[in-house]
Nanobody, 126 residues
Framework: QVHVVESGGGLVQAGGSLRLSCAAS????????MGWFRQAPGKEREFVAA??????????YYADSVKGRFTISRDNDKNTVYLQMNSLKPEDTAVYYC?????????????????WGQGTQVTVSS
């Protein structure tokens, strides 16, 4: 089992940057694919980015809306996954959730992920 806690959210002006962190408990963190999702008010939760386990290549996946602006990475020694967000836009405003899965199914689908954090608010002002 994995317990994840997000941090790093806040208020930033359009064009600015934030780095989200997701600290995970458990000695088997390195065996989990990690993902970031977000949910804006009145909208469904949507995929942002995911990263595979390191020994399978550590492949990354991004939503088209964030490709080229966001970067996901992981540090298995620190049991932490990061989401570096640059060139932020007002439409990036949402609660951002970290999630973990041991399943190798479609990484963009929320139902694939078994463990979720409580979320961290990101607000981008225009």
């Amino acid at each position: 089992q994995v317990h994840v806690v997000e941090s790093g959210g806040g208020l930033v002006q359009a064009g600015g940057s934030l780095r989200l962190s997701c600290a995970a408990s458990g000695r088997t963190f390195s065996y989990y694919r990690m993902g970031w999702f977000r949910q804006a008010p009145g909208k469904e939760r949507e995929f942002v980015a995911a990263i595979d386990i390191s020994w399978s290549g550590g492949g990354t996946y991004y939503a088209d809306s964030v490709k080229g602006r966001f970067t996901i990475s992981r540090d298995n020694d620190k049991n932490t996954v990061y989401l570096q967000m640059n060139s932020l836009k007002p439409e990036d405003t949402a609660v951002y959730y970290c999630a973990a899965t041991a399943r190798f199914e479609n990484p963009t689908t929320p139902r694939v992920y078994d463990y979720w954090g409580q979320g961290t608010q990101v607000t981008v002002s225009s």
